[in-house]
């Protein structure tokens, strides 16, 4: 049975969380970072991910993931990761759990789109985007707009990535400017230790996955993957171990082992960073001047090798270019008609629309499709340009 390690020194401890913006008091049954998990799961944005597409659109098929299975699996691998490191584990699972949350409708191509859209209404960014869904959109509280979440957990939602000061001037990171002048979120350090988990985690998940669901579509198969850096030594060590098992099994057992294989090399990697960069405080992940948690140069290597096979041979396929092309036009066409035409949207939020100027209205259409599932752009879209609908 595996050793839960001690908690590292450079661990948050949510005993001495910064707090929250509106103080409240302290939960009787839960630590701090678990409260904000809970408050993530219980959004109306987390349930909306189930229709979220990742790659292919929901209706494409059912074995697909979403965003909500890929974020869950994310939590998954950022909890075991931080428990092996001695980590928080609530806090990566909760910077997990929120990290998509601003993600509209139909993947990257919904994301470029209301940039297009917003390029002069102050534009989109679906990181800034969850941030004021957890800050502001989500409406759940008496005293509050959005969750109240944690500083930490606020800090590793948007610096997840890294330091992210010089992002401020854009106009679509403005909401993160105003908020950051009120409650200073310290945005020219690294996250947390717990957040930089949930940030690699969130790598892991998705390579693996889309490995995974690209076979399953049949953009490409097992033998053609035997000679793609990462995935193919897996592939070729599962056949060797496994050479009459169903090739379903075995794609399922390399993808296994790839995952293991990445997390191994993050806890190798960080290990050595712990100990290169003298880290023994949260505050020392914080001002070390580069990631803590990371894959080493090897691993990072081959998974830019990965990327560009999956580049080429999944996210440009004629196929996916197709759905996109539709995805955009779905959004470009509603966004322009609830610009020129207000009224047809829901009373709700045609109501809100009401004394707002161009800009002001702009980003209320843009929040409003950004919350969209993509089976209800489809049908939205539908009811409003399709007259045999209502025959």
């Not at 509280?141 to 959005?146: D, K, L, Q, S, T």
């Not at 969750?147 to 993160?176: F, Q, Y």
């Not at 020219?188 to 892991?204: H, M, P, R």
């Not at 294989?261 to 020392?284: K, P, Q």
Request: overall charge negative; hydrophobic content about 40%; aromatic content about 8%.
């Amino acid at each position: 049975m595996p050793l839960i390690p001690d908690r590292a020194p450079y661990a948050e401890n949510p005993s001495r969380s910064r707090g929250r913006k509106v103080p409240e008091a302290e939960s009787r049954t839960r630590t701090a970072f678990a409260r904000d998990r809970d408050r993530i799961i219980h959004t109306s944005a987390f349930r909306r991910l189930k229709e979220k597409t990742q790659v292919f659109v929901a209706h494409e098929g059912d074995h697909f993931r979403t965003r909500l299975t890929h974020s869950l699996e994310v939590a998954q691998i950022a909890r075991s990761v931080a428990t092996a490191l001695g980590l928080d584990g609530d806090l990566a699972e909760t910077v997990a759990l929120a990290h998509d949350l601003g993600h509209p409708p139909f993947g990257h191509a919904g994301e470029d789109e209301l940039q297009i859209q917003m390029q002069d209404f102050g534009g989109f960014d679906h990181n800034v985007q969850t941030f004021r869904v957890v800050t502001r959109l989500e409406r759940r509280y008496p005293r509050f707009e959005g969750l109240n979440l944690t500083w930490e957990t606020l800090e590793g939602i948007i610096k997840h990535n890294g330091p992210v000061v010089d992002k401020l001037d854009r106009p679509s990171w403005r909401a993160i400017a105003e908020f950051d002048a009120q409650y200073d979120l310290r945005l020219s350090g690294w996250a947390s230790a717990e957040a930089q988990v949930a940030a690699l985690a969130d790598d892991i998940a998705y390579n693996n996955h889309d490995v995974d669901d690209g076979v399953q579509a049949g953009l490409f198969n097992l033998d053609e993957l035997r000679q793609v850096p990462l995935i193919g030594p897996n592939v070729e060590s599962s056949l060797a171990d496994f050479p009459d098992c169903d090739p379903t099994i075995i794609r399922l057992e390399a993808v296994r082992r790839m995952i293991g294989a990445m997390v191994d090399d993050v806890l190798a990697e960080t290990g050595r960073r712990v100990a290169a960069g003298g880290v023994e405080s949260a505050e020392d992940v914080r001002n070390l001047g580069h990631a803590l948690i990371s894959f080493s140069r090897d691993m990072a290597e081959d998974l830019s090798a990965l990327r560009l096979f999956l580049m080429e041979r999944m996210y440009r396929h004629w196929k996916v270019n197709r759905t996109r092309s539709q995805a955009r036009r779905i959004l470009a066409e509603m966004f322009q008609l609830f610009m020129a035409e207000p009224e047809v949207m829901p009373t709700e939020w045609f109501q809100r629309a009401q004394g707002r100027d161009e800009a002001g209205r702009a980003r209320l259409i843009c929040d409003y499709i950004a919350g969209m599932t993509d089976r209800f752009a489809i049908e939205e879209h539908r009811k409003l340009f399709h007259l045999e609908v209502w025959s």
